[in-house]
Each structure stands twice: as C-alpha cells, then as structure tokens.
C-alpha cells in the first residue's frame, strides 16, 4: 500500500472490484435502466405523498394539528429515503413530484375550493416541506454511505 492510499479508500474498494486504478467503470445498459427507473419510482413516491398530504395536512385531532405534523413527518421521511435510495438524482425527483402535485392542488377548482388555503396549516404545509426537501439535499453525506 503506498503511502497515499489508506484502508477503506477508494482506491482499496476498486481493488476489490478488480480496478487498482480507482477509476469508475463505465455504465451499461441495465445501470442506465435502473437509474432511470429509480428515479421515476422517486417522481411518483413525491407525488402520491404530496397529494395525500395536501389532501390531509388540514386534518385536526382535538383541537391539534395532526394531519400537518403527519404530513410533514412523511415528507421528511420520504426525503431522507429519496437522498439515501440513489443519491441527489432521486433526491430531485422525489422533491419535483411533490411540489408539482402540491402546486397542483393547490389553485383553486370549478367549484371554488381550495385544498391549500392561505393559512398558516396552508403556508406550513407548502414552505415546511420546501424546507424538509432543502433539509435531506444538506444532510452530511456520511449518513448515508454503505459503511
């Protein structure tokens, strides 16, 4: 080992994968394919928990705001397993299917109503999930290697 190279490096892991030089190897088709499919399963996992919070997140239990707080625990969840699945990429794509499917429902319909209103649970709802997004995106990235 010389003396740049230290146990559990990069350089180590390539060895053990037969590339002493630490290089990556170049993608195939069924990487490409499964990149492209996590990422996609991401955009909709946002969606569908964006639209189920949006739909929820008005919910009260005595008096407490227990659809906003279980909503936002969700979105939280779903960002950190989004980061932790494959990285920034699904990270993104989970955070796109949520905003879109929040900002969906949020305008106003035929009839007149309002999923979102401009209320606090409403203002809560859209910018604290923004935040928990921007949150997981900062996470140090120690959290989430295989080690």
């Avoid at 290089?23 to 946002?46: K, Y």
């Avoid at 906003?68 to 955070?95: D, P």
Wanted: aromatic share 6%; proline share 4%; hydrophobic share 55%.
């Amino acid at each position: 080992m010389s003396g740049d190279q230290h146990p559990g490096t990069r350089h180590e892991a390539a060895a053990a994968h037969g590339d002493a030089s630490g290089a990556r190897r170049p993608r195939g088709a069924a990487d490409v394919l499964g990149v492209l499919a996590r990422t996609l399963l991401a955009l909709v996992l946002g969606a569908v928990l964006g639209a189920l919070g949006t739909v929820s997140h008005l919910t009260a239990w005595e008096g407490l705001p227990a659809g906003l707080v279980l909503a936002l625990a969700l979105t939280a969840s779903t960002a950190v397993l989004a980061r932790a699945w494959a990285g920034y990429g699904t990270l993104l794509a989970a955070a796109v299917g949520w905003l879109v499917a929040v900002q969906a429902l949020s305008v106003e319909g035929p009839g007149g109503d309002v999923l979102v209103p401009a209320t606090v649970e409403g203002l809560v709802w859209t910018y604290g999930g923004l935040l928990l997004w921007g949150v997981a995106a900062f996470l140090p990235r120690r959290w989430f290697a295989d080690r």
